[in-house]
């Protein structure tokens, strides 16, 4: 089934930087690629999704980047806020549309 | 706003009982999941299913079974819960194909087995 590796677990930026969080995939065939936020206590929420016909997309302060060649696709959050603070999952389909398969989480702490 | 809920948000059970977990949707979703959150193991897909009365093991299917006789409600159930099944448990529904569009989760339910 579909392995989806993703690196770092943990993640401490002081505000205003920049965060990176990256995922790997193992099946070529997979074609769509979200990430969802989840706060302490609170459900997963979708953040931002991207599909294998392009390379990048971008909404405000956040960006995800696709390299199917390598099968790796990275999240990037500018300017970090205390409230980015949260455990970030990436996922996978496996082949086709089948079910996602998720990485194991980046807990992001964000310091004032 | 609640599009996804699940009936219990905290549960104590003994070793041996029958557990159920319920979920309900209200979007009118075809898809619904189960899925179980342990610290540094992400989230892991227990079953699934696409439509009613349809089911699908996930990857960690052992101990549990679910069911679907309504579009909008999916129970998960732990025949005979141990202590390994101490954990969240989170719900989420999708409509079209099933890896290829957004979950909408639950606020989960915490299980505890003594």
């Known amino acids: 089934g579909e392995n989806v590796e993703q690196h770092p677990s943990t993640l401490s930026v002081q505000e205003g930087d920049s965060a990176v969080i990256k995922c790997t995939y193992s099946?070529?065939?997979?074609?769509?690629f979200p990430w969802y936020k989840q706060e302490l206590g609170k459900r997963p929420q979708l953040i931002i999704d991207i599909r294998s016909n392009v390379g990048e997309k971008k909404d405000q302060r956040i960006a995800v980047t696709l390299n199917k060649t390598a099968k790796h696709f990275s999240l990037h959050i500018t300017e970090t806020q205390p409230e980015d603070s949260a455990v970030y999952f990436c996922?996978?389909?496996?082949?086709?549309?089948?079910?996602?398969?998720f990485g194991k989480g980046t807990m992001l702490l964000v310091s004032p | 706003d609640v599009k996804v809920t699940q009936s219990s948000r905290y549960l104590v059970k003994r070793t041996g009982e029958k557990v159920f977990l319920e979920c309900v949707q209200d979007?009118?979703?075809?898809?619904m999941f189960w899925y179980r959150q342990d610290p540094g193991l992400g989230l892991r897909l227990i079953y699934f299913?696409?439509?009613?009365?349809?089911?699908e093991k996930g990857d960690i299917p052992e101990g549990y079974s679910v069911s679907r006789e309504k579009k909008e409600r999916f129970s998960l159930i732990l025949e005979s819960a141990s202590t390994n099944q101490t954990s969240m448990y989170l719900c989420a529904s999708s409509t079209g194909l099933v890896g290829a569009n957004v979950l909408t989760f639950g606020a989960g339910s915490r299980l505890t087995v003594l």
């Open positions: 299913s696409y439509d009613v009365k349809m089911k």
């Open positions: 099946d070529s065939a997979s074609n769509y």
């Open positions: 996922a996978a389909p496996l082949s086709g549309y089948s079910t996602l398969t």
């Open positions: 979007m009118d979703h075809e898809n």
